[in-house]
């Protein structure tokens, strides 16, 4: 496999409001590499990252990932794919009614993975430094630590790739960089990691690869990166 994700001319047009949410997007992004997307709100930066799920499909041009034309899948191996890639959002989305431990292992058997639930559950939530909070519900933890147990949960499947739309984006500039610092240590240890975000503070503060949206158009790619060079 070279490239974990790759868009050849992809155009995004959302057909029912006439929006162009994406024109004629061109990039590779290889195993390993921790990316940031950014861009004003409305750039297209969570379309883009739909499209990699294949929730929506492009108007034009093609995705893959790990060398697999998206436009091929077949629907009974969308769940595989899905699997494939951990997905962090904005608002945590934790199941209220269930620990931060069963939070996990319910999202484990919703994927069909075999083996010990419980294991792989606290595996994550080790990875993320709050084993400890094992019992403990969503109410009962802090936004950071909400968050923390999201991003577990994206990773309890071991994904190669993880994705994360404005994942600091209800949470304080410190907050935030100890997310931004878990995302890193997960990127270190191998996961392709790819950031949704319109934060300059962020992409200033970890300075990775730097992609840059403006109304879909993919105006700047940036391996030094960083926002304002
Ligand atoms: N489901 C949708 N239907 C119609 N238009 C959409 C839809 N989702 C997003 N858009 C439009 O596409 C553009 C890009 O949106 P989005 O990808 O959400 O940008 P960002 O995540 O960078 O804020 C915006 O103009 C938005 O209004
Ligand atoms: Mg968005």
Redesign the pocket.
């Known amino acids: 496999m070279r490239f974990v994700v790759e868009f050849r001319h992809v155009t995004k047009t959302?057909a029912?409001?006439h929006?162009h949410?994406l024109k004629n997007v061109d990039f590779l992004i290889r195993k390993g590499e921790f990316v940031y997307f950014t861009?004003?709100?409305?750039?297209?930066?969570?379309?883009?990252l739909?499209l990699v799920l294949r929730r929506?499909t492009p108007s034009e041009g093609a995705v893959a990932i790990a060398g697999q034309d998206l436009a091929l899948l077949r629907e009974s191996q969308l769940p595989l794919l899905r699997r494939r890639i951990g997905m962090v959002f904005q608002d945590h989305r934790l199941l209220p009614k269930l620990s931060s431990l069963d939070n996990l292992t319910f999202a484990l058997r919703a994927t069909g993975y075999r083996g010990n639930y419980e294991q792989r559950a606290l595996g994550a939530l080790r990875q993320v430094g709050l084993a400890h909070k094992r019992k403990a519900y969503p109410i009962e933890l802090s936004l950071g630590e909400q968050q923390r147990i999201a991003i577990a949960r994206a990773l309890v499947t071991d994904p190669p790739l993880l994705l994360c739309?404005?994942p600091t984006g209800n949470l304080d500039p410190d907050t935030s960089w100890e997310i931004l610092e878990l995302l890193n240590d997960v990127n270190i240890k191998g996961t392709t990691v790819i950031v949704?975000t319109?934060s300059r503070d962020l992409v200033d503060r970890l300075k990775r690869r730097t992609m840059v949206?403006r109304s879909?158009e993919l105006v700047r790619d940036d391996d030094r990166g960083g926002y304002s060079l």
């Open positions: 959302y029912r409001t929006t949410a861009g004003h709100s409305g750039a297209g930066k969570s379309t883009l739909s929506i739309d404005e949704a319109h949206l879909g």
